[in-house]
């Protein structure tokens, strides 16, 4: 059954570093996306992407965030320069058909920031 | 503004009993969309279920089923018989349809079952 991954599974970074999380989504589907969970918390929603741009992004994607396909197969959430409150489980998804269609999740990537 | 309650912080039962996890929303759409979503200890997270808001008959999976009220906007989840696997975070989500599809997650309700 196919499946969204992401790599790395864990990632510690230094306040300030960029970072780069990546996401390989499921291969015929069109829509990506990027959530976040800081610990214990709720699902919170950061962007979304189709036909290589933006759709939408929330409040919390500011000028630090930036996302990327930059080949067939990946999908990038970029920080620029982490701070201590970015330090959370980033998951992206992927939908075959349109923005409410069923997302597919990948297993997430812990960001530590230090 | 969108918004979905999930009142229920925790949850504890023992194996075999039956579990109703509840979701209010609020939206001032005519159209939108529910989901439920299962977060189980290892933390990934896995689609349950979505529900459009012209479709309110009930649905039922296995053990799983669901109850989608408009007239109490609530779209509660129902475990029959629960595991000790059903143990998890179980997260209600809404999108709404006319225009910004960016969906609003309750804060999740964990269960516990115990053995």
């Known amino acids: 059954e196919p499946e969204v991954t992401q790599t790395p599974s864990h990632q510690v970074t230094q306040m300030g570093q960029e970072v780069i999380l990546r996401c390989v989504p499921i291969s015929n589907h069109l829509y990506f996306y990027w959530y976040r969970q800081i610990l214990g918390q709720k699902v919170e929603f950061l962007v979304s992407?189709?036909?290589?741009?933006?759709?939408?992004k929330s409040e919390i994607f500011d000028d630090q965030f930036s996302v990327e396909r930059p080949d067939g197969s990946n999908f990038t959430l970029k920080i620029r320069s982490t701070k201590l409150e970015d330090s959370a489980m980033y998951f992206c998804a992927s939908s075959d058909i349109a923005f409410t269609d069923t997302q597919y999740f990948g297993p997430g990537t812990r960001l530590t920031v230090l | 503004a969108q918004k979905v309650t999930q009142a229920q912080t925790e949850i504890s039962v023992v194996e075999k009993e039956d579990v109703t996890l509840d979701c209010v929303y609020e939206?001032?759409?005519?159209?939108?969309?529910l989901f439920w979503y299962k977060q189980p200890p290892s933390g990934e997270l896995v689609f349950l279920i979505r529900r459009n808001s012209f479709d309110e008959q009930n649905e039922i999976s296995g053990r799983y089923s669901w109850n989608f009220q408009k007239s109490t906007s609530s779209f509660n989840f129902t475990i029959t018989a629960s595991q000790v696997v059903d143990s998890a975070v179980y997260f209600c989500?809404?999108?709404?349809?006319?225009?910004?599809?960016?969906?609003?997650f309750g804060r999740g309700t964990s269960l516990i079952v115990h053995p």
């Open positions: 989500a809404l999108s709404e349809g006319g225009g910004s599809y960016i969906p609003t």
């Open positions: 992407f189709y036909n290589n741009e933006i759709s939408e």
């Open positions: 939206t001032r759409d005519t159209t939108y969309y």
